[in-house]
Nanobody, 125 residues
Framework: EVHLVESGGGLVQAGGSLRLSCAAS????????VGWFRRAPGKEREGISC????????FYRDSVKGRFTISADTARNTTYLQMNSLKPEDTGVYFC??????????????????WGQGTQVTVSS
């Protein structure tokens, strides 16, 4: 059974940085994808970034391009989201999600089968 556990959220001032981690267990190969999603206050959950673990291909939402970097440490089965130049509008609960996949997986919620519990990120102005 697959389990995902996020960590690394917190309170940071605008312009600051945070690194989120998503520790995965239950995957027996690297044929899966991981996505990061965000639910801002009063808004629907949206996809932020994703990575195909097997080939390292990544994708970003336009609003975080150049500021966020997704990466994976396959030895630790952990995916990271490095968030720099944070803005107040980046505030929200961040979730990681995963799915077994041999092909490309994007940023649509229905594409993912497994979800973490979420971690709160608050950016103060």
């Amino acid at each position: 059974e697959v389990h995902l556990v996020e960590s690394g959220g917190g309170l940071v001032q605008a312009g600051g940085s945070l690194r989120l981690s998503c520790a995965a267990s239950g995957f027996t190969s690297d044929e899966y994808a991981v996505g990061w999603f965000r639910r801002a206050p009063g808004k629907e959950r949206e996809g932020i970034s994703c990575i195909n673990i097997r080939d390292g291909k990544t994708f970003y939402r336009d609003s975080v391009k150049g500021r966020f970097t997704i990466s994976a440490d396959t030895a630790r089965n952990t995916t990271y989201l490095q968030m720099n130049s944070l803005k107040p509008e980046d505030t929200g609960v961040y979730f990681c999600a995963a799915v077994w996949s041999l092909g490309w997986v994007g940023l649509l919620e229905y594409e993912y089968d497994y979800w973490g519990q979420g971690t709160q990120v608050t950016v103060s102005s």
